[in-house]
């Protein structure tokens, strides 16, 4: 059974910046495609950023620029830098695979 936990969202200013974490247990994650995804109230759970086992990356034009997703496979973690943020950006956030059921998320509130 898979699991992912993440953690590190907070409130912050417009401008500001955080580090998001993701701790992945119960998977091959060194093979694995990882993405971070947000969902805003009232809208769509988005993908935010992707990165292939190879450490390819991929962005969303909105955050593409600000945020950075990167992986370490000796940790099973996958982390998203975000930085300029901005209220829009204000969402939960999670990790996932594509497969396995979601976490919990970690709120990420952007004050203007």
């Known amino acids: 059974q898979v699991q992912l936990v993440e953690s590190g969202g907070g409130l912050v200013q417009a401008g500001g910046s955080l580090r998001l974490s993701c701790a992945v247990s119960g998977s091959i994650f060194s093979i694995s495609a990882m993405g971070w995804y947000r969902q805003a109230p009232g809208k769509q759970r988005e993908l935010v950023a992707l990165i292939t086992s190879g450490g390819i990356t991929n962005y969303a034009d909105s955050v593409k620029g600000r945020f950075t997703i990167s992986r370490d496979n000796a940790k099973n973690t996958v982390y998203l830098q975000m930085n300029s943020l901005k209220p829009e950006d204000t969402a939960a956030y999670y990790c996932?695979?594509?497969?396995?059921?979601w976490g919990q998320g970690t709120q990420v509130t952007v004050s203007s």
């Open positions: 996932n695979d594509g497969y396995s059921p």
